[in-house]
């Protein structure tokens, strides 16, 4: 099959993926405004904790949504613990996050160890699906699904709910949030281990393609940032148009110019930074 | 006093070192109207921020029917039946008209003689059921002091604070507002209207506390100040 066409397949499904892990930062920076550089770790560690429930043989999906679950609690702890005595102090939150992010590192270097471990995609979904000439595989297909899916929620839930409309009233001004009742506080709490909660589950979703290995979670990190500044922080719909940009970015750009793949990566955020600061499709605070 | 809707004694606020409010103590009887005046920087906004929890006073106390407010957060005062309007309207600019209601949405307590929700908003401010599905950020300063008082009914409270709900419109809107302000008056509510324009309510007023450099000045009710004839303009300025 030809080489344009596996790279497209292959970008798409990437971008799947990227929108899983970004999502959350997303959210986390654009509605918190907290810069959390742990992100990467929470995919990685989703990607080890789904290692250890497939060895204990649970099914798939179900070990994603438990690895999910587990880091949007371990996402929790983190925010109660130390992010929320640090509101508003975006330089103590970027040097916590980041030391966490490093302990985490080295203990899932303690509990997995330090050869790449791959995770096997469900085996209805290990074969692929031909669709006229074009062979598409199975896993990368039914990722571009979640993901939609996923991205059809979170939008509803942000745009379209009463508590919705609470947590994006504590972003327009959460002193009067306050005053007419609503709990800012626990509402980002929740929007905190919903981000985390997501990464983990990207994580495994990711893992059949990258598979868990010490260092995915620094090689996500940037990711998540490129996707993010594209698209503009707080709008899922850049977030969903960022990943897919950067998946094609990244993914064509190795291919071409191996040499060169990080400059094309980072080269048209610079300019968005510089052209539009707030991202294609974020706004400016108002 | 069980008959006290809102009752301040001894209220010592700071902002920072600056000592903002000293010694302010007033009462709101239930279903009155109580008119807080003071010139600019008496201290009105922070006796509002401290009665809804924004600025825990450091010495003194508030009480709601009786039942002290101390170390509440804002949003558990909120659950106590005190709703504000705050100075400058501070709508949710990001939200629709529809949304800025729903989210302070409360049920009336059992018994309560009136029931607020989005239909009965709309109905007593038509103009904001016609602008619905718009961003709150786009109406018009009158259209955003409606959505503001709206937003406080809908939480159903029995406290009603209103900062300068008349500041910067034009004089038929301040009129409409102060219609709505008499009609909930009539419904049974508890209100502490603060107003730098003394003119505005003197006459809506069953109480009148006034505020200077933090302290309370003046303490009466409204009758009693109109007959003694008070200077208002040596406590207000000149308007
Ligand atoms: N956030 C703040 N930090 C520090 N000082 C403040 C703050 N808010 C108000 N002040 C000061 O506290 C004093 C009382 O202010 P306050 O806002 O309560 O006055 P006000 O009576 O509401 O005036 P106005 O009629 O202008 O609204 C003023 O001297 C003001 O400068
Ligand atoms: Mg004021």
């Known amino acids: 099959m030809n080489l344009w066409v596996i790279l497209a397949i292959n970008s798409v499904a990437l971008g799947g993926l990227l929108f899983l892990l970004s999502a959350g930062f997303s959210l986390i920076f654009g509605l918190m405004r907290i810069p959390n550089l742990a992100h990467g770790s929470f995919f990685m560690l989703g990607a080890y904790l789904g290692v250890t429930f497939l060895r204990i043989g649970t099914n798939f999906w179900l070990a994603a949504i ?81 993901a939609a899916v996923i991205a059809a929620v979170l939008w509803i839930m942000i745009d379209r709910t009463r508590l919705g409309a609470m947590i994006r009233a504590g972003v327009d001004d959460a002193q009067m949030a306050r005053v007419v009742g609503i709990r800012v506080s626990r509402l980002s709490s929740l929007i905190f281990c919903l981000g985390a909660g997501l990464a983990g ?72 930074l510089l052209i539009r600061p707030q991202g294609l499709f974020g706004r400016l605070p108002t | 006093m069980a008959s006290d809707a809102l009752s301040l004694e001894g209220i010592d606020a700071y902002y920072g070192d600056s000592h903002v409010l000293q010694g302010v103590s007033f009462r709101l009887g239930e279903g009155h109207l ?68 729903i989210v302070a949405a409360r049920p009336a307590p059992k018994g309560a003689p009136t029931s607020w ?36 009914l809908m939480s159903n409270p029995k406290v009603l604070l209103m900062d300068e709900p008349s500041e910067g419109l034009a004089p038929q809107i301040v009129a409409e507002v102060m219609r709505t302000i008499r009609r909930l008056k009539e419904q049974g509510l508890s209100i502490v209207l603060v107003e730098q324009n003394a003119n505005l309510v003197v006459d809506l007023a069953d109480d009148v506390v006034i505020l200077n450099s933090g302290r309370v000045a003046v303490d009466k009710t409204a009758a009693a100040l109109k007959s003694e004839g008070i200077d208002l303009h040596q406590h207000l300025g000149v308007f």
């Open chain 2, 34 to 101: 109580l008119g807080l005046l003071g010139r600019n920087g008496a201290g009105k906004t922070t006796s509002m921020s401290v009665i809804v929890g924004l600025l825990p006073p450091r010495r003194g106390r508030v009480s709601v029917f009786g039942k002290p407010l101390q170390g509440l957060p804002p949003e558990m005062i909120a659950a106590t039946g005190i709703a504000l309007v705050p100075q400058g309207r501070r709508v949710f600019r990001n939200l629709t008209v529809r949304e800025n209601l």
């Open chain 1, 66 to 146: 438990l690895s999910g679950l587990g880091i949007a609690l371990l996402g929790g702890i983190i925010e109660r613990l130390f992010l929320r005595r640090l509101q508003g102090q975006e330089l103590a939150q970027v040097l916590v996050t980041l030391g966490l992010s490093f302990m985490f590192a080295d203990i899932s270097l303690m509990i997995w160890g330090g050869d790449p471990i791959p995770l096997s995609a469900p085996s209805a979904l290990q074969g692929a699906m031909q669709v006229g000439s074009i062979v598409f595989p199975s896993y990368r297909l039914a990722i571009v699904l979640v």
């Open chain 2, 117 to 152: 929700s989005v239909e009965a908003v709309f109905q007593a401010f038509p103009r904001l059921g016609e602008r619905h599905k718009q961003s709150a950020g786009v109406l018009s300063g009158g259209e955003q002091q409606m959505l503001a008082i709206g937003r406080a």
């Open chain 1, 201 to 272: 589950f990207g994580g495994v979703m990711g893992g059949p393609i990258f598979s868990a290995y010490p260092g995915l979670d620094g090689d996500m990190l940037p990711l998540a940032l490129i996707v993010v500044i594209l698209g503009g922080t707080g709008s899922l719909v850049g977030t969903l148009v960022g990943s897919f940009v950067v998946a094609f970015l990244y993914n064509y750009g190795q291919a071409l110019f191996p040499e060169l793949a990080y400059v094309i990566l980072f080269l048209p955020m610079l300019v968005v």
